[in-house]
């Protein structure tokens, strides 16, 4: 365990000192939020949807993250053209496909966006029993409703499928490349009642893929991460209010003895 | 005034209990603070807004929220589409009309939605007497410059003309369903200081009506319910950003002695 | 400085008393706490953007924020022609040039509407030296990488050009007409952890426009008070979630005492 609080303190002082670019083409629910989180942490977030810009802008970002929770027709062009020109690029970019298997529209856009190859793919249990063709008979818009360890063996054989790393977020979260198996258990129960922290875990695995080369590696330190900043908000929470706030200070104010807390295994 | 309070813990629990899905189609400016009111509440929000899935997200909703804060051409034709879809499932509905009266457009849009045939119209004084066809000369935005008061009869001729439920909210709220008449008295005068917390009111009228079958009573729940958590809130706040997330918290903890607060007559 | 802060208070007070309506065609990720910070302070703030309704709407507006974060092609639209409207009406209007010189869409976007007029320019010294020609080897996205101070001579050629108030935020806040030059020097360095806050100070500027004839005092006071605001909440925060909260309540409970810090010179 010392070996990955000292590995997941070494990953927070790279954003730091690197504070990379981070391109989001997220929901709106969630952009405020997302954007506080990778300041937060140390990052500079940048939210452009534009087909216009979008190929331009991941250009000079270090990673992009697309998150597909408020879907729109001019959107979808932009993810997609954002996508293939960040591949082109060899820049790493995470796919959240939230809500994948609840519409037809959500189903076939995360399709689309998973054929691209993103780096990596984060979602909870019932979107990646979804992306996985595994019947879910419970996606309801964006919760999860699934035990994450049931989606394990469908989030291996989806790594193996688009070559990408895949983190299912739950309780336990659970990070692999199709081979190897990280589980993160970080976080605090009260997280599931504050909107967009899925989204912002997506966020944070962009700000980590800018300065991990290994993208299992930098979507199991940016889980715990997440984790451990809602332990410590929850901790001092009397609510899902005070929640939200104290995660950014917490994440602001992360430091190694913070981190002792980190749990991956 | 025990019997009231009962009834609106009574309505809290069922909403815990069945955390029904709340399809919101919201504007930018709310999106964050209703999603998280829901979930703090109890609930399972979701926003959906393309023409292309909302008619079938609705399907697996228990509830929908139209609000037209922040309008453009393609989500006013995802709203009607989806509000027609929600009136052939038997799907209860709230419309919030925000700033009609205060453009042509947003005149026109919330006379289209009310014809459709919403379950509850919740909108402040301005916006009722501007829906009513009554010349109010005082509309400006989404503030509201007419004593509640003053649009209750108003707001019984709107509820008689589309056999709906309307709330006047204000200092003292009122619902009527064109025939009956409730006063809440609840609420804090800094709850005017924040952003959209008529459109948090819309949201939670959404989940009390998935929970409740009378929408006279899920709306009169709903707005003792955020006039309570404003005002223990409120009580704690040195401001408006502290009563946000104050507000928050309190929809959290909401239990039976919180609610003793709860004015209904 | 005496006479600054009777300046600066007698500002906030017509602010609260006159309640102007800001009309902010903004962008996504900063919209609701914009809107909160209007209200904190005690303007009233409106988000509207739809083509079909921005000209009507600007008509009943005191003043109009564009601000161009999150682009896309129908905005540009209803920026063009509510920009236009607004100078019609002779109605003052802020220009906030996000990542200009980040994309050629932006710079494209922001040279139109800074041809059609504002009457102040808000932006970071990368903005100011990009919309100024001086070519900036460091623009990316939304942050400043260059001093304030190096964007003074550019900020004074734009202000010429253009015949408005520019406005060069950073640690310094530069002010200038063309010809006088304030600099005002308030603020709390976790202050650029917090997202839109740049976009908060021209939402501000708005208010102040719209109770001050003279554009330079109005972005000037605007400037200090959300400098002072920063500093008040800054010295209370544990990092920025808690900074964002706190500098509401600050703008809301601002009075003569709190304002003997703003430093104007």
């Not at 529209?105 to 595994?134: C, F």
């Amino acid at each position: 365990m010392g070996d990955h609080v000292r590995a997941v303190w070494e990953s927070v002082q790279k954003v730091r000192t690197g504070q990379p670019l981070v391109h989001n083409i997220t929901n709106y629910v969630v952009m405020n939020t997302t954007a506080n989180a990778l300041l937060a942490l140390g990052a500079a977030p940048a939210m452009v949807h534009a087909a216009e810009e979008v190929e331009e802008f991941v250009a000079i970002a270090s990673s992009l993250v697309i998150n597909i929770g408020t879907l729109s027709s001019p959107w979808i062009t932009a993810m997609r053209l954002c996508a293939t020109r960040a591949n082109e690029l060899e820049k790493p970019w995470v796919l959240d496909p939230v809500g994948v298997g609840a519409t037809p529209l959500r189903t076939r856009v995360s399709d689309q966006l998973a054929q691209i190859g993103p780096t990596v793919i984060r979602a909870n249990a019932s979107e990646v029993l979804a992306l996985a063709a595994v019947s879910s008979r419970h996606t309801r818009g964006v919760d999860s409703t699934d035990p994450s360890q049931a989606a394990i063996e469908p989030a291996r054989q989806l790594a193996q499928t688009y070559k990408c790393v895949v983190v299912v977020s739950g309780a336990v979260d659970y990070v692999t490349d199709g081979d190897k198996l990280l589980a993160v258990r970080n976080g605090h129960p009260m997280m599931t009642r504050v909107t967009g922290l899925g989204c912002t875990a997506s966020a944070l695995v962009g700000a980590f893929l800018a300065v991990e080369p290994d993208p299992l590696v930098a979507a199991a330190h940016a889980m715990a991460v997440i984790g451990v900043a809602g332990e410590i908000a929850g901790a001092r929470s009397a609510g899902p209010g005070s929640l939200q706030m104290n995660l950014l200070d917490a994440l602001y104010q992360l430091d190694e003895t913070a981190l002792a807390r980190v749990r991956i295994a």
